[in-house]
Every structure is written in structure tokens, then in C-alpha cells.
């Protein structure tokens, strides 16, 4: 009767750990709109794949998961990062967020409707150089009198310098909550050493590059409840797809994951194995992946893939449309008019 009743109760209590298995596999082409502008939806087109996430799993849970070949058992540190679940699915979305905007404006600048102008600060560290002259906002447009165009550029003039060294920095101010590059300020920063590297400067902002849009109508992408940046790649794409007549995929599902830079670079991505099982049960025999995963990674995805699915690893947007165009696809057509 006791074994009976701690079997029942081993059903219903929870454990500090989290199943991590294949997810869904969502199309973009069905998540992209443009508020009265021109689109040409894909018949098939870019997908992205997801992990599903399980947590906290029962003990039956637990004994299942170790048992299944296609599900990971991980700490709930692991996953959480020292977040509470709620603080945790906030930062998800948030990244998620992030990451449509940046897709969205990549590809708006590939069609030649959207420039890189400058290093709009996101995040400031507390009592840091950075936060003594800078606001959220903000858009840096030149260092020591060099025009500056991208978050990259800004990082590798501040990398370039030594700790100590006087910084001047040329901003745009948010000006009715909008960036006005006609309403600009003069500051300078004396650059700290970092902690982490001793010798090299520390600054204390994170930055994104900052666009000007001139695409006349909204790009919408409706990402739902997932979260996460790693779909950047994939979004990036098809918005490229939706916004130009033609199949960037020759009319084939195509699937894709990473982040998307605001440079065009495509960055690593967690649970790739999972990806590979999720793509592996759709049509897709085409997956881009990062080039920056880890060699063990990209063994263990290929395993898993199989013969009936290539997987194929990109450093940027122009291998991966490369990658497609030579899969059979078709090369982006003029943009949608802007007037329709």
C-alpha cells in the first residue's frame, strides 16, 4: 500500500529538471504581412524549427525522457539562467522581438529600402563609461570624428582602443521618443579596463545598428508564443521571399536556423539536434544551419539527419541564399511597389 502511494505521488511531484525535445516547424511564409503594401506569399517556402521545452518533469517524466534517444534531460539552471519561469519566457519574447526587428530591416536593406546610420544604444551597464555619457536610444553616429554606420563598426573602434584613452562620440538624441540625427551632442568617455580582459577597454553599452527605413509600408511578422532569437535567419528570408514576386525556394520547403546580425552575419543557435528531429518529420530536405556551431554539434545534427535531409552550414545571408539558389531556388525579383 506505502509502494503504491509513492508511485502515485512520484506521478504528480515535480523535479528541478526539463525535457528538451524536437518542437514545431512554422512556415514564415504565413507569419509575414505588410501593412498596404505589396506582398507575394510562398506556396512553400522558408521554415524555422523549435525546441520544445518541458519543465519541471515528474519523476515518470524524468525516467521517460532518459529512456527516449530524442529528448535531453538538463538542469533547470540549464535552461532558467537564474531566472524565475515567468523572467525567463519575458526574456524569450523580448529576444524573439529583437531578433523579427532585425530580420525585418536586413532584408528591407538587401532590397536596397533600409541603411545602416549609426549604433543605437539597447542596454547601458551600470556605473560603467558608457552610462555616464550615453541614454537608451541613443544612436552614436561618429568616434573621434569617424562616421560610424553600424553596431559592429562602433565595437571595433572602442576594441581598438586602451584603457585610459579619452573617446569622443558623436550622438543623435531620441527626440519625441524618435531619433532625430538634426538633434545631435558632443560627449567624451574615458574608457575603463575590463574585468574579463585585463588590458583591453571596456565601455559598458550593448548596441544594435541603428536603420533608417525608407520601405513605405510596415513589415509585420507575427511570431506567436515562440521566443528566442534563433529564427533571425529564417525570418530574414522570408521577408526576403514575401516582399519579391518568384519562390526564393523554387517552390520547395526549405528550412533554417540562426540568428540574424544586423550585418547579415548568421549566429549559433541551441538545440540543434532537437531541430534536425522536427525538420527531419517535414517535407524539407534543405536545412541552413550556422556555421559556428560546434564541430560536435554539427556531427550529431548530421547523424541525425540522415540521407533524405542535407544539412547545409552558412555564414551570412548571402551564402544562404546562395545555398538555396543552388538548391534550385530562385533568385529574389524587384521588390513589391512601394505604391500598391
Given at each position: 500500500?506505502?509502494a503504491?502511494?509513492?508511485?502515485?505521488?512520484?506521478a504528480?511531484v515535480?523535479?528541478?529538471?526539463?525535457?528538451?525535445?524536437?518542437?514545431?516547424?512554422r512556415?514564415?511564409?504565413?507569419?509575414?504581412s505588410?501593412?498596404g503594401g505589396?506582398?507575394y506569399?510562398p506556396t512553400?517556402?522558408?521554415a524555422?524549427?523549435?525546441v520544445?521545452v518541458s519543465g519541471?518533469v515528474t519523476?515518470?517524466g524524468?525516467l521517460?525522457?532518459?529512456f527516449?534517444?530524442?529528448?535531453?534531460?538538463v538542469?533547470?539552471?540549464?535552461v532558467?539562467q537564474?531566472r524565475t519561469p515567468?523572467?525567463s519566457q519575458e526574456?524569450?519574447y523580448r529576444q524573439m522581438?529583437?531578433?523579427?526587428?532585425v530580420?525585418?530591416?536586413?532584408?528591407?536593406a538587401?532590397l536596397?529600402?533600409?541603411?545602416?546610420?549609426g549604433?543605437q544604444?539597447i542596454e547601458?551597464?551600470p556605473d560603467s563609461?558608457?552610462?555616464?555619457v550615453?541614454?537608451?536610444g541613443?544612436?552614436v553616429?561618429?568616434?573621434?570624428?569617424?562616421?560610424?554606420?553600424?553596431s559592429?563598426e562602433l565595437v571595433?573602434?572602442?576594441?581598438?582602443?586602451?584603457?585610459?584613452d579619452?573617446?569622443?562620440?558623436?550622438?543623435?538624441?531620441?527626440?519625441?521618443?524618435?531619433?532625430d540625427?538634426?538633434?545631435?551632442e558632443t560627449?567624451?568617455?574615458?574608457l575603463?579596463e575590463?574585468?574579463?580582459k585585463?588590458?583591453s577597454?571596456f565601455f559598458?553599452?550593448?548596441?544594435?545598428?541603428?536603420?533608417?527605413?525608407t520601405?513605405?509600408?510596415e513589415?509585420i511578422?507575427?511570431?506567436g508564443q515562440v521566443g528566442?532569437?534563433s529564427?533571425?535567419?529564417?525570418?530574414?528570408l522570408?521577408?526576403?521571399?514575401?516582399?519579391t514576386p518568384?519562390?526564393?525556394?523554387?517552390?520547395?520547403p526549405?528550412a533554417?536556423t540562426?540568428?540574424?546580425?544586423?550585418?547579415?552575419t548568421?549566429g549559433?543557435i541551441g538545440g540543434l539536434?532537437?531541430k534536425?528531429?522536427?525538420v527531419?518529420?517535414?517535407?524539407?530536405?534543405?536545412?541552413?544551419?550556422?556555421?559556428?556551431?560546434?564541430?560536435a554539434?554539427?556531427d550529431?545534427?548530421?547523424?541525425r539527419a540522415?540521407?533524405d535531409?542535407e544539412?547545409v552550414?552558412?555564414h551570412?545571408?548571402d551564402?544562404?541564399?546562395?545555398?538555396?539558389l543552388a538548391?534550385?531556388?530562385?533568385?529574389p525579383?524587384p521588390?513589391?511597389?512601394a505604391?500598391?
Amino acid at each position: 500500500m506505502v509502494a503504491a502511494g509513492l508511485a502515485i505521488g512520484s506521478a504528480f511531484v515535480r523535479l528541478p529538471y526539463y525535457a528538451l525535445g524536437a518542437g514545431s516547424v512554422r512556415p514564415t511564409g504565413e507569419l509575414i504581412s505588410v501593412d498596404g503594401g505589396g506582398l507575394y506569399p510562398p506556396t512553400a517556402g522558408v521554415a524555422f524549427p523549435t525546441v520544445s521545452v518541458s519543465g519541471r518533469v515528474t519523476v515518470w517524466g524524468l525516467l521517460a525522457a532518459w529512456f527516449d534517444d530524442e529528448t535531453d534531460v538538463v538542469k533547470e539552471e540549464v535552461v532558467l539562467q537564474g531566472r524565475t519561469p515567468a523572467q525567463s519566457q519575458e526574456y524569450n519574447y523580448r529576444q524573439m522581438d529583437d531578433a523579427k526587428t532585425v530580420a525585418m530591416k536586413v532584408a528591407l536593406a538587401e532590397l536596397g529600402q533600409a541603411e545602416g546610420t549609426g549604433a543605437q544604444v539597447i542596454e547601458l551597464v551600470p556605473d560603467s563609461p558608457a552610462a555616464a555619457v550615453l541614454r537608451p536610444g541613443d544612436v552614436v553616429i561618429e568616434v573621434a570624428g569617424t562616421p560610424v554606420s553600424s553596431s559592429t563598426e562602433l565595437v571595433n573602434q572602442i576594441t581598438s582602443r586602451l584603457p585610459g584613452d579619452a573617446v569622443e562620440l558623436r550622438v543623435a538624441r531620441l527626440v519625441e521618443g524618435a531619433v532625430d540625427r538634426e538633434v545631435t551632442e558632443t560627449v567624451t568617455a574615458t574608457l575603463a579596463e575590463s574585468e574579463e580582459k585585463p588590458g583591453s577597454a571596456f565601455f559598458g553599452v550593448r548596441v544594435q545598428t541603428y536603420f533608417e527605413v525608407t520601405f513605405p509600408h510596415e513589415v509585420i511578422i507575427d511570431s506567436g508564443q515562440v521566443g528566442g532569437p534563433s529564427a533571425g535567419l529564417a525570418f530574414t528570408l522570408g521577408v526576403l521571399d514575401s516582399l519579391t514576386p518568384g519562390e526564393l525556394t523554387g517552390g520547395e520547403p526549405v528550412a533554417a536556423t540562426g540568428t540574424m546580425g544586423p550585418d547579415g552575419t548568421v549566429g549559433a543557435i541551441g538545440g540543434l539536434p532537437h531541430k534536425v528531429d522536427a525538420v527531419r518529420r517535414t517535407d524539407a530536405d534543405l536545412f541552413l544551419v550556422p556555421d559556428t556551431q560546434s564541430p560536435a554539434e554539427l556531427d550529431e545534427a548530421r547523424r541525425r539527419a540522415g540521407d533524405d535531409l542535407e544539412i547545409v552550414t552558412v555564414h551570412d545571408l548571402d551564402e544562404a541564399v546562395a545555398a538555396i539558389l543552388a538548391h534550385g531556388g530562385q533568385a529574389p525579383g524587384p521588390l513589391a511597389s512601394a505604391s500598391s
